[in-house]
């Protein structure tokens, strides 16, 4: 074999070499960010995505919320990708649990949908709820509604709806606004339920627009292993209905808190 054939050969072999070193580290870099991305979303925090009405108007469709996994604890439904979903049922309970607080928005998972679900804590282990013409009632106590105003918006259907505003406090729990179309509809008097140990009872903020814990054939009382976390902040949303004279539509939102 020639000289120059022998320089070519030892060329191409060099050049082999490299890519192969490179894209060694290329695969090494991408298992790093992965391994990142997967103790961050199993470990820190979570986004999803909000695809209902039930919590407006503290959450609008479309939003994108950041999940705090951290806040009660870890359970199999912590696990990114579903994952958690293919370990046997024993696997059950929580690392490092402890309970909401009423008024926390929460994210849960619904074993009988197979989907997140994201709603408000109102009953804590122990707590009676009620609701009477729309009235909630915790413990035997009408929950403080404050009316605000009157507004109307065009829902996710095409539907123009008109619903009365509230400051809702619950005891211990920041204020949060509320939606009712009326006090006349199909959840507005459920109850009283006593909530058990190791549960929550949850309800969305539209309170006419939520299939909740009220339901017949809604969650019912939510296991805290059910609890995905704990709700922080809209990260952004890109509003999703247009502006018409007389109906509310919530402009762009980014990193808003709850």
Known sequence: ?????????SKMTGLGR?????????????AGVAAVWFVLVTFAFAAFHIPSE???PSLQVGDRVLVSKWAYGYSRHSLPLGMGYLLPESWSGRILGRLPERGDVVVIRDPEQGINLIKRV??????TVEVRAGQLYLNGDAVPRDPLDVVRYRDHGGEVVQVAQYDETLPGGPVHVIYERGDDYGLDNAG??????EHVFLMGDNRDRSQDSRARYGIGYVHT???????E???FTFASCRREEGLIC???RVWRGL
Request: no cysteine; glycine share 8%.
């Open 54 to 56: 039930s919590m407006q």
């Open 122 to 127: 109102v009953g804590l282990p122990g707590d």
């Open 233 to 235: 902040t809209v990260l």
């Open 225 to 231: 292993d059910q609890l995905v976390g704990r709700a």
């Open 18 to 30: 490299r890519a192969v070193a490179e894209l060694g580290e290329t695969v090494r870099f991408l």
């Open 1 to 9: 074999m020639s000289d120059d054939n022998n320089s070519a050969v």
């Open 250 to 252: 919530p402009p762009w």
């Open 192 to 197: 009283p339920f006593r909530v058990p140990a």
